[in-house]
Antibody, heavy 121, light 107 residues
Framework: QVQLQESGPGLVKPSGTLSLTCTVS?????????WSWVRQSPGQGLEWIGE???????RYNSSLRSRVSISVEKAKNFFSLTLNSVTAADTAVYFC??????????????WGPGTMVTVSS | EIVLTQSPGTLSLSPGEGATLSCRAS???????LAWYQQKPGQAPRLLLY???RRASGIPDRFSGSGSGTEFALTISSLDPEDFAVYYC????????FGQGTKVELK
Protein backbone atom coordinates (compact mmCIF):
# COMPACT_ATOMS: atom_id res chain seq x y z
CA GLN A 1 0.00 0.00 0.00
CA VAL A 2 1.01 3.62 -0.48
CA GLN A 3 3.42 5.06 2.07
CA LEU A 4 4.20 8.69 2.75
CA GLN A 5 7.08 10.14 4.75
CA GLU A 6 7.63 13.75 5.74
CA SER A 7 11.13 15.16 6.05
CA GLY A 8 12.70 18.51 6.79
CA PRO A 9 14.18 20.67 9.55
CA GLY A 10 12.63 20.31 12.97
CA LEU A 11 13.57 23.83 14.01
CA VAL A 12 12.98 27.06 12.09
CA LYS A 13 13.78 30.60 13.23
CA PRO A 14 11.03 33.22 13.50
CA SER A 15 10.49 35.11 10.24
CA GLY A 16 12.24 32.29 8.42
CA THR A 17 10.94 29.75 5.91
CA LEU A 18 9.59 26.31 6.75
CA SER A 19 10.29 23.74 4.04
CA LEU A 20 9.10 20.15 4.15
CA THR A 21 9.09 17.30 1.67
CA CYS A 22 6.73 14.33 1.48
CA THR A 23 8.13 11.30 -0.30
CA VAL A 24 5.62 8.87 -1.76
CA SER A 25 6.55 5.21 -2.03
CA UNK A 26 4.70 2.11 -3.23
CA UNK A 27 2.60 4.35 -5.43
CA UNK A 28 2.92 7.04 -8.02
CA UNK A 29 2.35 10.73 -7.53
CA UNK A 30 1.30 10.89 -11.17
CA UNK A 31 -2.25 9.68 -10.70
CA UNK A 32 -5.69 11.19 -10.51
CA UNK A 33 -5.24 11.66 -6.79
CA UNK A 34 -4.28 14.91 -5.11
CA TRP A 35 -1.73 15.39 -2.33
CA SER A 36 -2.29 17.38 0.82
CA TRP A 37 -0.65 18.98 3.84
CA VAL A 38 -2.36 19.13 7.24
CA ARG A 39 -0.95 20.46 10.50
CA GLN A 40 -1.74 20.14 14.18
CA SER A 41 -0.54 22.61 16.78
CA PRO A 42 0.30 21.13 20.19
CA GLY A 43 -2.86 20.02 21.94
CA GLN A 44 -5.05 21.35 19.14
CA GLY A 45 -7.11 20.01 16.27
CA LEU A 46 -6.29 19.42 12.63
CA GLU A 47 -5.85 22.29 10.20
CA TRP A 48 -5.98 21.81 6.45
CA ILE A 49 -3.10 23.69 4.79
CA GLY A 50 -3.56 22.94 1.12
CA GLU A 51 -3.34 20.42 -1.68
CA UNK A 52 -1.87 19.87 -5.12
CA UNK A 53 -2.74 17.72 -8.11
CA UNK A 54 -0.19 15.67 -10.05
CA UNK A 55 -0.08 18.36 -12.71
CA UNK A 56 0.47 21.21 -10.28
CA UNK A 57 -2.99 22.66 -9.64
CA UNK A 58 -3.06 24.00 -6.08
CA ARG A 59 -5.60 25.03 -3.48
CA TYR A 60 -4.73 26.67 -0.19
CA ASN A 61 -6.30 27.53 3.14
CA SER A 62 -7.37 31.14 2.79
CA SER A 63 -5.80 32.03 6.14
CA LEU A 64 -2.37 30.86 4.92
CA ARG A 65 -2.57 31.68 1.20
CA SER A 66 -0.24 34.67 1.34
CA ARG A 67 2.55 32.60 2.93
CA VAL A 68 2.17 29.05 1.63
CA SER A 69 3.25 27.21 -1.49
CA ILE A 70 2.93 23.54 -2.41
CA SER A 71 4.80 22.03 -5.33
CA VAL A 72 5.15 18.58 -6.86
CA GLU A 73 8.17 16.79 -8.34
CA LYS A 74 6.72 13.95 -10.37
CA ALA A 75 10.03 12.55 -11.57
CA LYS A 76 11.17 12.00 -7.98
CA ASN A 77 7.75 11.11 -6.59
CA PHE A 78 7.55 13.75 -3.90
CA PHE A 79 5.71 16.96 -3.12
CA SER A 80 6.75 19.86 -0.94
CA LEU A 81 5.44 22.52 1.41
CA THR A 82 6.93 25.97 1.84
CA LEU A 83 5.65 28.38 4.49
CA ASN A 84 7.20 31.84 4.68
CA SER A 85 7.49 34.37 7.50
CA VAL A 86 6.87 31.82 10.20
CA THR A 87 6.02 32.68 13.80
CA ALA A 88 5.58 30.62 16.95
CA ALA A 89 1.97 30.04 15.86
CA ASP A 90 3.29 27.84 13.06
CA THR A 91 4.80 25.40 15.54
CA ALA A 92 3.00 22.15 14.84
CA VAL A 93 3.16 18.58 13.67
CA TYR A 94 2.92 18.63 9.90
CA PHE A 95 1.31 15.70 8.11
CA CYS A 96 1.25 14.90 4.41
CA UNK A 97 -1.57 12.78 3.04
CA UNK A 98 -2.98 11.41 -0.18
CA UNK A 99 -6.33 12.77 -1.28
CA UNK A 100 -8.14 9.90 -2.93
CA UNK A 101 -10.08 11.58 -5.73
CA UNK A 102 -12.68 10.03 -7.97
CA UNK A 103 -15.82 11.12 -9.71
CA UNK A 104 -17.78 10.33 -6.56
CA UNK A 105 -15.57 10.75 -3.51
CA UNK A 106 -12.65 12.62 -1.99
CA UNK A 107 -10.97 11.64 1.22
CA UNK A 108 -7.55 11.45 2.86
CA UNK A 109 -6.74 7.76 2.84
CA UNK A 110 -2.98 7.51 3.40
CA TRP A 111 -1.05 9.68 5.83
CA GLY A 112 2.57 10.15 6.75
CA PRO A 113 3.50 9.72 10.42
CA GLY A 114 3.96 13.47 10.80
CA THR A 115 6.96 15.63 11.58
CA MET A 116 7.25 18.15 14.41
CA VAL A 117 8.39 21.63 13.42
CA THR A 118 9.21 24.16 16.11
CA VAL A 119 9.56 27.86 15.38
CA SER A 120 12.03 29.33 17.84
CA SER A 121 15.18 31.39 17.93
CA GLU B 1 -15.83 29.05 3.80
CA ILE B 2 -17.67 26.13 5.35
CA VAL B 3 -17.24 25.75 9.10
CA LEU B 4 -17.70 22.32 10.67
CA THR B 5 -18.79 22.28 14.30
CA GLN B 6 -18.53 19.05 16.24
CA SER B 7 -20.38 18.20 19.43
CA PRO B 8 -19.97 17.35 22.14
CA GLY B 9 -16.38 18.37 22.80
CA THR B 10 -15.86 15.38 25.06
CA LEU B 11 -17.78 12.16 25.64
CA SER B 12 -17.04 10.20 28.82
CA LEU B 13 -18.17 6.63 28.34
CA SER B 14 -17.44 3.05 29.38
CA PRO B 15 -16.52 0.12 27.13
CA GLY B 16 -19.62 -1.48 25.69
CA GLU B 17 -21.60 1.76 25.65
CA GLY B 18 -22.70 3.41 22.43
CA ALA B 19 -21.58 6.82 21.21
CA THR B 20 -23.03 9.34 18.79
CA LEU B 21 -20.84 12.19 17.58
CA SER B 22 -22.30 15.14 15.71
CA CYS B 23 -20.83 17.27 12.93
CA ARG B 24 -22.77 20.33 11.80
CA ALA B 25 -21.81 22.33 8.72
CA SER B 26 -22.39 26.08 8.39
CA UNK B 27 -23.83 25.46 4.91
CA UNK B 28 -24.89 22.41 2.94
CA UNK B 29 -22.10 19.95 2.13
CA UNK B 30 -22.14 17.28 -0.56
CA UNK B 31 -22.12 14.11 1.56
CA UNK B 32 -19.80 12.41 -0.95
CA UNK B 33 -17.04 14.67 0.31
CA LEU B 34 -17.62 14.26 4.05
CA ALA B 35 -15.21 11.97 5.91
CA TRP B 36 -14.50 10.96 9.51
CA TYR B 37 -11.10 10.24 11.03
CA GLN B 38 -9.90 8.75 14.30
CA GLN B 39 -6.71 10.00 15.93
CA LYS B 40 -4.84 8.53 18.87
CA PRO B 41 -2.07 10.37 20.75
CA GLY B 42 1.18 10.54 18.82
CA GLN B 43 -0.34 9.05 15.69
CA ALA B 44 -1.54 10.30 12.35
CA PRO B 45 -5.29 10.39 11.79
CA ARG B 46 -6.85 7.22 10.43
CA LEU B 47 -9.67 7.24 7.88
CA LEU B 48 -12.86 5.69 9.29
CA LEU B 49 -15.66 6.73 6.95
CA TYR B 50 -15.93 8.49 3.60
CA UNK B 51 -18.97 9.58 1.64
CA UNK B 52 -20.50 10.25 5.08
CA UNK B 53 -21.39 6.59 5.64
CA ARG B 54 -19.01 4.27 3.80
CA ARG B 55 -16.52 2.42 5.99
CA ALA B 56 -12.89 2.51 4.92
CA SER B 57 -11.01 -0.72 4.44
CA GLY B 58 -10.55 -2.67 7.68
CA ILE B 59 -12.89 -0.52 9.77
CA PRO B 60 -15.15 -2.60 12.07
CA ASP B 61 -18.89 -2.49 11.45
CA ARG B 62 -19.52 -1.01 14.91
CA PHE B 63 -18.63 2.31 13.20
CA SER B 64 -21.38 3.83 11.09
CA GLY B 65 -22.12 7.23 9.63
CA SER B 66 -25.19 9.10 8.54
CA GLY B 67 -26.42 12.48 7.50
CA SER B 68 -26.73 14.89 4.64
CA GLY B 69 -26.93 18.60 4.02
CA THR B 70 -25.67 20.27 7.18
CA GLU B 71 -26.08 17.49 9.76
CA PHE B 72 -23.83 14.44 9.98
CA ALA B 73 -23.19 11.85 12.66
CA LEU B 74 -20.71 9.15 13.51
CA THR B 75 -22.07 6.32 15.65
CA ILE B 76 -20.06 3.71 17.50
CA SER B 77 -22.49 0.97 18.46
CA SER B 78 -20.50 -0.55 21.32
CA LEU B 79 -17.23 0.99 22.42
CA ASP B 80 -14.18 -1.21 22.34
CA PRO B 81 -11.22 -0.17 24.54
CA GLU B 82 -9.28 0.74 21.39
CA ASP B 83 -11.96 3.26 20.34
CA PHE B 84 -11.06 5.85 22.98
CA ALA B 85 -9.57 8.58 20.82
CA VAL B 86 -10.34 11.91 19.15
CA TYR B 87 -12.65 11.94 16.13
CA TYR B 88 -12.71 14.56 13.39
CA CYS B 89 -15.11 15.23 10.57
CA UNK B 90 -13.69 16.75 7.38
CA UNK B 91 -15.07 18.00 4.12
CA UNK B 92 -12.87 18.04 1.04
CA UNK B 93 -14.43 20.33 -1.51
CA UNK B 94 -14.22 24.06 -2.17
CA UNK B 95 -12.46 25.24 1.00
CA UNK B 96 -11.66 22.00 2.86
CA UNK B 97 -11.75 22.14 6.63
CA PHE B 98 -11.89 19.94 9.72
CA GLY B 99 -14.22 20.04 12.67
CA GLN B 100 -12.55 20.83 15.97
CA GLY B 101 -12.81 17.22 17.13
CA THR B 102 -14.70 15.16 19.72
CA LYS B 103 -12.71 13.33 22.34
CA VAL B 104 -14.14 9.99 23.45
CA GLU B 105 -12.61 9.29 26.85
CA LEU B 106 -12.83 6.49 29.36
CA LYS B 107 -15.30 7.20 32.12
Amino acid sequence: QVQLQESGPGLVKPSGTLSLTCTVSRGTISSTNWWSWVRQSPGQGLEWIGEISHNGITRYNSSLRSRVSISVEKAKNFFSLTLNSVTAADTAVYFCARVYTSSWYRYLDYWGPGTMVTVSS
Amino acid sequence: EIVLTQSPGTLSLSPGEGATLSCRASQSVNYNFLAWYQQKPGQAPRLLLYGASRRASGIPDRFSGSGSGTEFALTISSLDPEDFAVYYCHHLVDSPSFGQGTKVELK
